[in-house]
């Protein structure tokens, strides 16, 4: 059963940082492309990076720059680091798989996502 977990979510002050992780298991970390993606009130679901089975990056213009995705496969675990924190990237975070492997695709299966509240 693949699942998703993420957490490291919280409240910081603008300017500040913090470091999401995903935690997944039921599925081979090596044959999937992993991606982040949130969701702010009233908006829809954006996809904000992905990071290749290769770990190759890449991420949204409202994010790059200030987020950088990683990936360990012997740990079963996914991260996004969050710095230069706005309050415009106050969202629930989402992880998700990607099968293609190489961030084209979908995102397939979702966690259940973790807030993120930066005060303005």
């Known amino acids: 059963q693949v699942q998703l977990v993420e957490s490291g979510g919280g409240l910081v002050q603008s300017g500040g940082s913090l470091k999401l992780s995903c935690t997944v298991s039921g599925f081979n970390l090596g044959y999937y492309a992993i991606g982040w993606a949130r969701q702010a009130p009233g908006k829809e679901r954006e996809r904000i990076a992905c990071?290749?089975?290769?770990?190759?990056?890449n991420y949204a213009n409202s994010v790059k720059g200030r987020f950088t995705a990683s990936r360990d496969k012997t740990k079963k675990m996914a991260y996004l680091q969050m710095n230069n924190l706005k309050p415009e990237d106050t969202a629930v975070y989402y992880c998700a798989t990607e099968s293609g492997g190489y961030c084209t695709k979908p995102f397939d299966f979702w966690g259940q996502g973790t807030q993120v509240t930066v005060p303005s």
């Open positions: 990071i290749e089975i290769d770990s190759s990056t």
